[in-house]
């Protein structure tokens, strides 16, 4: 009988180590999204979800969620890999792109940092913008998942301070202004579930006359 506990014992326990090695890559993607990137290896430009599709849309409007940066997490690594193939690939050729963008609904963006010599580009993880200037800048904008168009806003904020997690599991901040600004506000929306065309319909509605109210 000593022996049966023990042999049931030990069954458990590989059971449950397999179980916690199996389920380590959902904390960080879902099956759909693990899915999406192992379809191709890690130099390989994603398909950009564009709003003239509906499903494509509905996902662009939901919220992203939070990310667990690991520098050791090899699906992780192959994603980030794969989202800068996306925004670099010649028939994006973007300054910005995020993970929504590719049907990946996590906290991630890669930006062109034109404000930097070289105009590198960097990934960002969990990144939040948690001041806006109140000084406005005007700029054209277009977007890889809004097709043949491109507007011009005048609410974006001429500088912001983010906070962000890197690669390597640190939290930093930094300040960003200009046109660079406006992409880190671009992608951050997009996290968010927002595009700039809400911002351009906002912007229409406040020009609008107001009726005169009604005695």
């Known amino acids: 009988m000593k022996k049966i506990i023990l042999a049931i014992s030990v069954f458990l326990v590989i059971l449950g180590c397999s179980g916690t090695k199996l389920s380590r890559a959902h904390i960080f993607f879902s099956s759909n999204e693990i899915?999406?990137?192992k379809d191709a290896d890690s130099s390989t430009p994603m398909r950009i979800y564009k709003i003239t599709n509906k499903e494509d849309s509905l996902l662009l409007r939901t919220k992203s969620g939070y990310i667990k940066p690991d520098a050791n997490n090899a699906m992780l690594q192959t994603f980030v890999k794969r989202l800068y193939a996306t925004v670099r690939d010649s028939l994006s050729m973007g300054v910005g792109i995020a993970a929504p963008q590719v049907g990946v609904l996590k906290n991630i963006i890669w930006v062109q940092r034109f404000d930097?010599?070289?105009?590198?580009?960097?990934v960002y993880l969990n990144p939040k913008i948690v001041?806006?200037?109140?000084?406005?800048?005007?700029v054209k904008e277009g977007c890889l998942s809004i097709p043949n168009r491109s507007e011009t806003l005048y609410s974006r904020?001429?500088?912001i301070a983010i906070v962000y997690d890197t690669m390597e599991e640190?939290?930093?901040?930094?300040?960003?202004?200009g046109f660079t600004s406006v992409i880190f506000q671009h992608e951050i929306d997009h996290l968010n579930?927002?595009?700039y065309l809400d911002h351009l319909e906002?912007?229409?509605?406040?020009?609008?006359?107001?009726?005169?109210?009604?005695?």
């Open 170 to 177: 640190t939290h930093k901040s930094d300040t960003i202004e």
């Open 202 to 215: 906002k912007e229409l509605g406040d020009t609008k006359p107001k009726s005169p109210k009604s005695n």
């Open 193 to 195: 579930g927002i595009l």
């Open 116 to 122: 930097k010599e070289g105009f590198p580009f960097e």
């Open 35 to 37: 899915h999406l990137i």
């Open 157 to 159: 904020s001429q500088s």
């Open 131 to 138: 001041t806006y200037s109140k000084d406005k800048q005007t």
